[in-house]
Every structure is written in C-alpha cells, then in structure tokens.
C-alpha cells in the first residue's frame, strides 16, 4: 500500500496544476477509478476542471472531498529540488502540493482500491468531489459543483475532506468546523494639498486612525464552545502618491474578519459602520463574504473518522475549528456531515513542502478504516 500511495502521489506532484490548472490530474485519477465500477462526471465550469465520480446510488453517499490545484511554487531556486519533480529524501516527499493535498487525493484512491478488494458487495455508495479552484477565487470549484448536485437531486450524506489538519502528528487533529470569512475593502476620501498647508487639505490616514484604533480594539464577541472569539486583522494599507510632501486624497484599507457563530454578517457590517459614522469617516466599504462558519456534531462521521484515526494509529483525534476556510464551507449547508482529515499542515504553501513517507500509507489506511466504519 505505501509504494502505490507513493507513486501516485508523486505522479500528481508532477504536473504543475497551479490554480486553476487541472495539468490532468483528475483524468490520472480517473484512469485509476473507472476499472473500479466508478461513473466519472467531467463538470468544467469557467475555466476550472471538476470532477463528480460515484459507484453506486444507495444511501448513505460517501465522498471524499479535495482539491487539484496547487499555490505557485515560489522561486525554484530556493528549493533543494525541483517543486514538479517530486523527490524523496531523509524519509519525506517533497514537492508542490505534497501534503496540500496530493498525498490525500492519492490516499483516497489507494483506501477505496483496498477496500473494494475486501468489500466488494458493501451497502451505500462512494464518491468523489475534486476541484481545480480551490486555492484561488473558488468561484467555478466546489461550490458550482454543489449547485449540480442539487439540480439533480443528489444529496450527500458524509463527507471526508483531505485538507492537512494535524498539527504535531498524523491524526491527532481534525477539524468539524470552520470559521467563516467576511473581508472589506474600504477607501476612504480626504482632500490632497501641500503638506506645509494641512489647513487647506483634509488626510484621510489622520481622520482614520482613531476609527481604526476602534476597530482594532472592539471585541466583536467571546467565541463558544466550538469556536475561538471573531477575530478583526488589517491586510492592506495604502495612501499618498509617493511624493514626501503631499497630503493623499484617498486611503485604501483591506480588513478580514475570522468569524464565529457567535456572530452573523451582517452584525459585523453594520457594526463596523457605526463605528466609521461615528467618527465621520467619508467612505465605501465593498464587503466579500468568503464563507459562512459551519459545525458538524455529535455525528456517525465524526465518530467512524476518530474510532478509524485510533485503530490504525493510535492517535486521538482532536476535534477543532482553528484555521482558514476550505471548500467544507460549500459542501456542509446542505446538511451534509463534514469532518477534514489530511496530513500535517507545518510545510504548507512553504518552500520545500512535504509528507512523511510513512503517512502515505497511514493516511491511506484511515480513509478506508473510515469506510469500512460507513459502509460495511
């Protein structure tokens, strides 16, 4: 099991599908699928390639979940080898996409091969969800695929998505829920002059700053038992033409909320208003909601995920919702059961980005421990 993880896994490190790039991985893992009794469903929306594959229609429906695409590479000379042309040394793989997620599309592949050797006859049906734009704008990805479904009348019951949740080692982590994400771009409008004149000018990044003090400081809630306190950062920040002696007419500011069900949207917006109306801020604010927070509990996945973590690795799984968003954003408010298990995250979108060979075929194993809880 852990020489065709491996293989696999490195036949999709070489092709450079940097997002929205596909480079044919999905036709490879397709090839590997179809002589398994799989129907693989090509879905291209825009210019990102998707992939809907399904053996069997009873229920419970379970899928496995992840992404094609890889962050770029960064400059090549700064690895020890090529990103594209995996490489294994000191006991790790290395290269793009190695632990986010090539290793977990590999592993899925090999769990369901296994399975179907021991269980052939198995109740429910399997599936697979694989996108190519995930880690850009995620417009023409997952979610348009779950816009299909539901066009026609497919409701998935449990869902495995392969994101790298483990922190210190493979299964100690995974994660029930995200946070969701609400960005602004504000642009703030004062009156350019001289800066010897401020009289005659009116500066936008002074008339800011005690708003953005505010915001900085204002305790949006205090989290919950699921969830850490919504967290408020500044991404962005720009004024002034360059000049040393000119006051700008315009600020631009980007800001992101973490945030948990504590609280909505639209708390977050019209209290971030209030605060720049208060302070007499002239200003547009566009506002981009990423995603909503999701939680899954007291589940048969959440339970069949950590009984498999303890009895192929001993591990127990801790149950989280830290971290960014991942495409269990689009999948859970269908009412599906999403748990995220992948590999350790401490090399992702790094220079020299890797796995452990030994998780490979661990990780492998627990995917198909999973279905085997599921489905047998």
Not at 89 to 113: N, P, Q, V
Not at 196 to 222: C, S
Not at 273 to 280: P, Y
Not at 295 to 316: F, H, M, N, Q, Y
């Amino acid at each position: 099991m852990s020489d065709k993880t491996l293989e696999l896994a490195k036949q999709l490190i070489e092709r450079p599908s940097q997002t929205p790039r596909d480079e044919g991985c999905q036709e490879l893992m397709i090839a590997r699928l179809t002589p398994l009794g799989f129907t693989a469903e090509r879905l291209r929306f825009g210019d990102v390639d998707n992939l809907w594959a399904t053996r069997g229609t009873a229920k419970p429906l379970v899928v496995f979940a992840g992404h094609t695409d890889v962050v770029p590479s960064g400059p090549r000379e700064a690895w020890k080898s090529d990103p594209f042309k995996p490489e294994v040394r000191d006991g790790h793989l290395y290269g793009r996409g190695a632990a986010d997620m090539k290793s977990s599309l590999a592993a899925f592949i090999t769990a369901i091969e296994d399975f179907l050797v021991k269980h052939p006859r198995h109740k429910g049906s399997i599936g697979l969800l694989i996108t190519s734009d995930e880690e850009g704008p995620a417009l023409h990805g997952t979610v348009k695929v779950m816009e299909w479904l539901g066009k026609h009348g497919i409701k998935i019951d449990h869902c495995v998505v392969g994101e790298p949740s483990c922190v210190e080692a493979l299964g100690d982590t995974i994660k029930i829920g995200r946070r969701g994400s609400l960005t602004g771009r504000m642009f703030v409008h004062g009156k350019q002059g001289h800066v010897a004149y401020p009289q005659l000018a009116n500066n936008p990044i002074h008339r800011l700053a005690p708003a953005l003090a505010e915001l900085t400081a204002t305790e949006w809630d205090q989290g919950n038992a699921d969830f850490p306190p919504t967290s408020f950062q500044i991404s962005n920040i720009h004024g002034g033409t360059g000049a040393e002696n000119v006051i700008p007419g315009r600020l631009e500011l980007v800001f992101n909320f973490r945030f948990s069900t504590a609280v909505t949207d639209a708390d977050l917006r019209h209290r971030v208003e209030e605060i720049l109306q208060r302070h007499g801020i002239n200003h547009q604010t566009q506002w981009i909601l990423s995603g909503h927070p999701f939680l899954t509990r007291g589940t048969a996945l959440i339970d069949s995920v950590r009984r498999a973590v303890k009895e192929e690795l001993g591990v127990e799984a801790n149950p989280s919702t830290s971290g960014g968003t991942s495409d269990g954003r689009f999948i859970a408010p269908t009412g599906t059961e999403v748990v995220e298990l992948g590999p350790l995250n401490r090399t992702i979108h790094q220079i020299d980005e890797c796995i452990a060979v030994d998780d490979l075929s661990r990780l492998s194993r627990v995917y198909r421990r999973i279905l085997e809880n599921l489905l047998v």
